[in-house]
T-cell receptor
């Protein structure tokens, strides 16, 4: 079975541009979470979606938005890119949104903002 | 103060050595995860613990809920164990409920 997939794997943008990152969860998983990992740091929680609804949001500005589609795939959008948005963006899926679920991580999208 | 602290930050070992990585947290949790991240970014979930001890191959993870502390042990370490090991907790209350708070990771390098 395919694991969590993310696209693209790498992306280079300039300041002020907008970016869309995509995530496909493991088949049967209904919850998708997004994390940002800046170089040398642990990941930080951005969003969780479950059954197409936002279930949680981390401490990120409104420039960050996301959505989940009926097939449970998800997109993360970042507007007005800043240099500090350069990071590895990780998507993780789980069966449900309960606290005892194991999250399975995708390979990440590495975003570089110039 | 970070809610999840790991030690050491960096660890170099010789092949065959027994390795311990520690994780302390300051909040009430419903579960603790140990994750492995290889160069390039991919994260693999090693263990999820809410109490006691779990073992998988050469890896052992323990948790002491009262002391808010967990350890990851690697027996008979091998160069392929070289990676960043991350501790993450799932809070059982508050705005982050249902999602993970991560430590900064421990970078392990095992020399042949």
């Amino acid at each position: 079975d395919a694991g969590v997939t993310q696209s693209p794997t790498h992306l280079i943008k300039t300041r002020g541009q907008q970016v869309t990152l995509r995530c496909s969860p493991i088949s049967g998983h209904k919850s998708v979470s997004w994390y940002q990992q800046v170089l040398g740091q642990g990941p930080q929680f951005i969003f969780q979606y479950y059954e197409k609804e936002e279930r949680g949001r981390g401490n990120f500005p409104d420039r960050f938005s996301a959505r989940q589609f009926p097939n449970y795939s998800s997109e993360l959008n970042v507007n007005a890119l800043l240099l500090g948005d350069s990071a590895l963006y990780l998507c993780a899926s789980s069966l449900d949104a309960v606290t005892t679920d194991t999250q399975y991580f995708g390979p990440g999208t590495r975003l570089t903002v110039l | 103060k970070n809610e999840v602290e790991q030690s050491p930050q960096n660890l170099t070992a010789q092949e065959g050595e027994f390795i311990t990585i520690n994780c302390s947290y300051s909040v009430g949790i419903s579960a603790l995860h140990w994750l492995q991240q290889h160069p390039g970014g991919g994260i693999v979930s090693l263990f999820m613990l809410s109490s006691g001890k779990k073992k998988h191959g050469r890896l052992i993870a323990t948790i002491n809920i009262q002391e808010k502390h967990s350890s990851l042990h690697i027996t008979a370490s091998h160069p392929r164990d070289s990676a960043v090991y991350i501790c993450a907790v799932r809070m059982n209350y508050g705005g982050s409920q249902g999602n993970l708070i991560f430590g900064k990771g421990t970078k392990l390098s095992v020399k042949p």
